[in-house]
């Protein structure tokens, strides 16, 4: 059984950096289409950024330039880089996966993929 588990939450500042990490366990879907999510206080989830098999990534007009998403496919592990933060990224961020490659960002923007984690909450502070 697919885990995904999500750490590097907490509260920062507008303009500085955090770091998200989403430690998968229980298959290879590292190696997969993995995705960033996040859903504010009072508003739907959105898809923040995504990465498939071949390292190829996709964001969110609102995160482009600032942040970047990685997997270290040794250490099982995704990650999503935070620079210039600003108070509307506070939310609750969430990592899923999902074995199907075709069309990963498209399956993001619809939030098709198929397991999930259960989230780390992010402040960030004006």
């Known amino acids: 059984q697919v885990q995904l588990v999500e750490s590097g939450g907490g509260s920062v500042q507008a303009g500085g950096s955090l770091k998200l990490s989403c430690a998968a366990s229980g298959s290879t879907y590292i190696s997969y289409c993995m995705a960033w999510f996040r859903q504010a206080p009072g508003k739907v989830r959105e898809g923040v950024a995504a990465t498939d098999s071949d390292g190829s990534t996709n964001y969110a007009d609102s995160v482009k330039g600032r942040f970047t998403i990685y997997k270290d496919n040794v250490k099982n592990t995704l990650y999503l880089q935070m620079n210039s933060v600003k108070p509307e990224d506070t939310a609750m961020y969430f990592c899923?996966?999902?074995?199907?490659?075709?069309?990963?960002?498209?399956?993001?923007?619809?939030?098709?993929?198929?397991?999930w984690g259960q989230g780390t909450l992010v402040t960030i502070s004006s």
């Open positions: 899923a996966a999902d074995p199907r490659v075709p069309a990963c960002w498209q399956r993001t923007k619809n939030q098709e993929l198929k397991h």
